[in-house]
């Protein structure tokens, strides 16, 4: 058999048909994708639009189908980018620009493993979409709590290896708190499994935080444990006008000392948000009837039928209009009101993508800063980018903000772009000093690796950079991003 060596844009890749061939005897010609239009939607990048190019998409449908794929490509020195969902925000679910790494996606490993309500677990294979957890664990009588506005299409794999965030982190954490063990293949085409359904276990290191949030470059995901929780039977949204970031956060101190882990999720809203909803999204419209600067998405939950969370949050409300923290506020009434309301929230990212240029930055800063931040990020913005149009909003409850910002009218195109940099530095300074973090939800991937070196310690690069070359000599495993 001749073995023609693929032709990258960049010139000659390590892939050749012989590697190719081998691959779809492995997982067959329905986990093989070579031609360009079925392998687009896998190389474009959700955030940028671009798309990459690459010798093939390959998906596997179980572990060892996995394996003997990476087992090939470190034999063959090609580099592989994990891809779950490919709703990541950071370039790091795509190849690079060489046109030489391939895609491996593990959209059809989606299957539930074992669902065991009495140890409250749910074992499920990588590639299954977040929805379809949750709803796995709802069909049990079970709640999983991970929720973001992309879990239609996200993969519980990507938002492990991203540890994701989402709107209930402040109840129950981020994803790396939801997992009790993980099923992973390493470089070289190795099966960890280690996937232990236990609360506790202190027996070395534990390896499964090695995989969590590494952007698939230290290995790949098949399989997790996770944990499930009690659904609460009471449910109770609200949205609370405000005239300051600064009210916001007193409010927010003021709902953890009266209702503590019943609160579920605390975002914040800007008005501006509201407005481009409205401007973009056909349908929406406000739930209040006067205009207020500064919003927050209150959700209440409790496990134990009968608690009367309305009367809760009515007396905090009332505490909180007599000290003068908030303006107005509406409780939802139904389900169909509450969800409404999530919808208003849910809808800022997308009607923020609508506009086309956007500049972002999903930082995080001690929980008691976060006003500090807001009042000093917006100053910062204003006397360096006056046409811009901010857009914050997020998880005020975890000390992370969406700080976006948009042009003021559509027609500044790609000059609004022009001091995206310096407006990144300054922002990115600011939390810095803070104490905070420039990356808080989406991770490095391709995107944010300058930031990386730029506010990480020496010493905290060679440490990662010493995992990286323990666990990945080769550098097969999504090659370029992070490190
Ligand atoms: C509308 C919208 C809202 C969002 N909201 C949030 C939010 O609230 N909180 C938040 O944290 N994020 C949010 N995100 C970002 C994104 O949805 C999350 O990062 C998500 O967890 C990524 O999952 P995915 O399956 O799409 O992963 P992908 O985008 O496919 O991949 C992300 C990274 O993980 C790696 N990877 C994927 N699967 C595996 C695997 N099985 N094994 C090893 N590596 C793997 C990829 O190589 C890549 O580096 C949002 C995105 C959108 C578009």
Same mark, same amino acid.
């Given at each position: 058999?001749?073995?023609?060596?693929?032709?990258?844009?960049?010139?000659?890749?390590?892939?050749?048909?012989?590697?190719?061939?081998?691959?779809?005897?492995?997982?067959?010609?329905?986990?093989?994708?070579?031609?360009?239009?079925?392998?687009?939607?896998?190389?474009?990048?959700?955030?940028?639009?671009?798309?990459?190019?690459?010798?093939?998409?390959?998906?596997?449908?179980?572990?060892?189908?996995?394996?003997?794929?990476?087992?090939?490509?470190?034999?063959?020195?090609?580099?592989?980018?994990?891809?779950?969902?490919?709703?990541?925000?950071?370039?790091?679910?795509?190849?690079?620009?060489?046109?030489?790494?391939?895609?491996?996606?593990?959209?059809?490993?989606?299957?539930?493993?074992?669902?065991?309500?009495?140890?409250?677990?749910?074992?499920?294979?990588?590639?299954?979409?977040?929805?379809?957890?949750?709803?796995?664990?709802?069909?049990?009588?079970?709640?999983?709590?991970?929720?973001?506005?992309?879990?239609?299409?996200?993969?519980?794999?990507?938002?492990?290896?991203?540890?994701?965030?989402?709107?209930?982190?402040?109840?129950?954490?981020?994803?790396?708190?939801?997992?009790?063990?993980?099923?992973?293949?390493?470089?070289?085409? *190795?099966?960890?499994?280690?996937?232990?359904?236990?609360?506790?276990?202190?027996?070395?290191?534990?390896?499964?935080?090695?995989?969590?949030?590494?952007?698939?470059?230290?290995?790949?995901?098949?399989?997790?444990?996770?944990?499930?929780?009690?659904?609460?039977?009471?449910?109770?949204?609200?949205? $609370?006008?405000?005239?300051?970031?600064?009210?916001?956060?007193?409010?927010?101190?003021?709902?953890?000392?009266?209702?503590?882990?019943?609160?579920?999720?605390?975002?914040?809203?800007?008005?501006?948000?509201?407005?481009?909803?409205?401007?973009?999204?056909?349908?929406? *419209?406000?739930?209040?009837?006067?205009?207020?600067?500064?919003?927050?998405?209150?959700?209440?939950?409790?496990?134990?039928?009968?608690?009367?969370?309305?009367?809760?949050?009515?007396?905090?409300?009332?505490?909180?209009?007599?000290?003068?923290?908030?303006?107005?506020?509406?409780?939802?009434?139904?389900?169909?009101?509450?969800?409404?309301?999530?919808?208003?929230?849910?809808?800022?990212?997308?009607?923020?993508?609508?506009?086309?240029? *956007?500049?972002?930055?999903?930082?995080?800063?001690?929980?008691?800063?976060?006003?500090?931040?807001?009042?000093?990020?917006?100053?910062? $913005?204003?006397?360096? #980018?006056?046409?811009?149009?901010?857009?914050?909003?997020? #998880?005020?409850?975890?000390?992370?903000?969406?700080?976006?910002?948009?042009?003021?009218?559509?027609?500044?195109?790609?000059?609004?772009?022009?001091?995206?940099?310096?407006?990144?530095?300054?922002?990115?300074?600011? $939390?810095?000093?803070?104490?905070?973090?420039?990356?808080?939800?989406?991770?490095?991937?391709?995107?944010?690796?300058?930031?990386?070196?730029?506010?990480?310690?020496? $010493?905290?690069?060679?440490?990662?950079?010493?995992?990286?070359?323990?666990?990945?000599?080769?550098?097969?495993?999504?090659?370029?991003?992070?490190?």
């Amino acid at each position: 058999m001749t073995n023609t060596t693929f032709k990258s844009p960049s010139g000659a890749s390590n892939v050749t048909s012989v590697l190719i061939d081998a691959i779809r005897k492995t997982v067959g010609n329905k986990g093989c994708l070579l031609e360009p239009d079925d392998m687009a939607v896998y190389l474009t990048d959700r955030r940028s639009a671009l798309v990459r190019s690459a010798p093939l998409v390959v998906r596997p449908a179980t572990t060892q189908e996995v394996s003997e794929v990476l087992r090939l490509c470190h034999e063959a020195n090609v580099g592989v980018v994990p891809q779950g969902g490919n709703t990541g925000l950071v370039e790091g679910s795509v190849p690079d620009i060489s046109g030489g790494q391939i895609v491996l996606s593990l959209s059809r490993m989606r299957s539930v493993r074992e669902l065991d309500v009495s140890n409250a677990t749910l074992t499920v294979e990588a590639g299954a979409v977040l929805a379809d957890v949750q709803r796995a664990a709802d069909d049990a009588g079970m709640l999983f709590p991970l929720s973001l506005a992309a879990e239609g299409s996200c993969q519980i794999g990507g938002n492990l290896s991203t540890n994701a965030g989402g709107t209930a982190v402040i109840r129950y954490g981020n994803a790396r708190d939801l997992v009790l063990g993980i099923e992973a293949v390493l470089s070289d085409g *190795r099966i960890w499994n280690g996937l232990r359904a236990l609360r506790k276990d202190n027996t070395g290191y534990d390896l499964k935080h090695l995989f969590i949030g590494s952007e698939g470059t230290l290995g790949v995901i098949t399989a997790v444990v996770l944990k499930l929780f009690p659904k609460p039977q009471e449910q109770l949204s609200a949205l $609370v006008a405000v005239a300051s970031a600064r009210d916001a956060s007193n409010f927010l101190s003021r709902c953890q000392r009266a209702c503590g882990e019943n609160i579920s999720s605390f975002e914040y809203i800007h008005r501006n948000c509201l407005e481009l909803v409205f401007e973009k999204i056909p349908g929406s *419209r406000d739930p209040l009837d006067e205009v207020y600067g500064h919003y927050v998405l209150l959700e209440l939950g409790s496990s134990t039928p009968g608690t009367d969370l309305r009367a809760v949050l009515e007396t905090l409300l009332e505490e909180a209009f007599a000290a003068e923290e908030v303006e107005n506020a509406t409780i939802a009434a139904t389900i169909e009101q509450s969800n409404a309301l999530w919808k208003l929230r849910e809808d800022i990212p997308e009607a923020t993508r609508i506009t086309g240029t *956007r500049i972002g930055h999903d930082v995080a800063v001690p929980v008691a800063l976060i006003a500090d931040f807001l009042e000093r990020g917006s100053a910062i $913005v204003e006397r360096m #980018h006056p046409s811009a149009r901010l857009i914050p909003f997020g #998880h005020m409850g975890d000390g992370n903000i969406h700080f976006n910002m948009v042009a003021v009218d559509d027609a500044h195109g790609a000059s609004f772009l022009e001091p995206e940099s310096e407006i990144r530095r300054a922002i990115y300074d600011l $939390v810095h000093e803070m104490g905070g973090s420039f990356s808080a939800e989406h991770g490095i991937g391709g995107l944010k690796k300058s930031d990386l070196v730029a506010y990480r310690s020496p $010493v905290e690069l060679d440490l990662m950079r010493t995992l990286k070359h323990a666990l990945d000599p080769k550098n097969i495993l999504n090659p370029g991003k992070v490190l």
